[in-house]
C-alpha cells in the first residue's frame, strides 16, 4: 500500500507569491493534518481536516488555508508568503480524529520543503 | 494548552550501549497518548513506540521502551543495544483527544562506532 504521499517535494518560492502544496493519504484514511516544522524545531500542528471540514486549528495566520477533497485528498496554500514561511511541511493522514483511548494509525509523509526567497 | 519539553538537544552514545532522552510535558487532559517520533534525514516521521496515559504499564517494543511516570508528567525513551541506524532526530509528542500532536523540539542522537 501506498503511504502519505506530498507534493512536491521541493519548492522555491519568491516573497509575496502564493503557494499550494498536495497530500494524499493512506487509502482508506479520511482525516489529513497539516504540520510546519522551521529548521531545528518540531513540528507544529496548523489544520486538521476530516470528511472534507476542518475540525482543527493551530496558531497561524489566516495567509495559511487548506481544504480537503471527495477522495480525502487535501491542499495547503499560503499567501504573501514571508521569509519566515520557509520550512518543511508535513502532511499526516488517519482514520477519523478519535477519542484518547483509540488509537487509529496516523501516519506522515516525507514532506514539502518550501524555501522563501 | 499542551507543551512538550525536550531538554537534551544533543545527545551520543556508543554503539551497543544505552541511552534514555527525556521528555516532560504539561496537560490539564487525563486521557492521552504520548510518543515518541524518529526522523532520519529523508524528513519522514516515524513512530518509534506510544504510551497510552490510562494504561500504567510502560510501553515496550523490542530496543525502545518507555518510563512514564504520569504523576511527574514526565516520559522518557530507552534505546538499548544502541545500533548506527537509530542515529537521528527524536520527537517526543503529545496528542490530544482530538488527534492533534504537540512535539517537543527534538534530541538529535549520535551513535559512535
Known amino acids: 500500500d501506498a503511504g502519505v504521499t506530498q507534493s512536491p517535494t521541493h519548492l522555491i518560492k519568491t516573497r509575496g507569491q502564493q503557494v499550494t502544496l498536495r497530500c494524499s493519504p493512506i487509502s482508506g484514511h479520511k482525516s489529513v493534518s497539516w504540520y510546519q516544522q522551521v529548521l531545528g524545531q518540531g513540528p507544529q500542528f496548523i489544520f486538521q481536516y476530516y470528511e472534507k471540514e476542518e475540525r482543527g486549528r493551530g496558531n497561524f495566520p489566516d495567509r495559511f488555508s487548506a481544504r480537503q477533497f471527495p477522495n480525502y485528498s487535501s491542499e495547503l496554500n499560503v499567501n504573501a508568503l514571508l521569509l519566515g514561511d520557509s520550512a518543511l511541511y508535513l502532511c499526516?493522514?488517519?482514520?477519523?480524529?478519535?477519542?484518547?483511548?483509540?488509537?487509529?494509525?496516523?501516519?506522515f509523509g516525507s514532506g514539502t520543503r518550501l524555501t522563501v526567497v | 494548552a499542551q507543551t512538550v519539553t525536550q531538554s537534551q538537544p544533543e545527545m551520543s552514545v556508543q554503539e551497543a550501549e544505552t541511552v534514555t532522552l527525556s521528555c516532560t510535558y504539561d496537560?490539564?487532559?487525563?486521557?492521552?497518548?504520548l510518543f515518541w517520533y524518529k526522523q532520519p534525514p529523508s524528513r519522514q516521521m516515524i513512530l518509534v513506540i506510544r504510551q497510552e496515559a490510562y494504561k500504567q504499564q510502560n510501553a515496550t517494543e523490542n530496543r525502545f521502551s518507555v518510563n512514564f511516570q504520569k504523576a511527574a508528567k514526565s516520559f522518557s525513551l530507552k534505546i538499548s543495544d544502541s545500533q548506527l541506524g537509530d542515529a537521528a532526530m527524536y520527537f517526543c509528542a503529545y496528542r490530544t483527544a482530538g488527534n492533534q500532536f504537540y512535539f517537543g523540539t527534538g534530541t538529535s542522537l549520535t551513535v559512535i562506532p
Open positions: 496537560t490539564s487532559e487525563s486521557d492521552y497518548y
Open positions: 499526516a493522514s488517519s482514520f477519523p480524529p478519535s477519542d484518547a483511548r483509540t488509537n487509529y494509525g496516523y501516519t
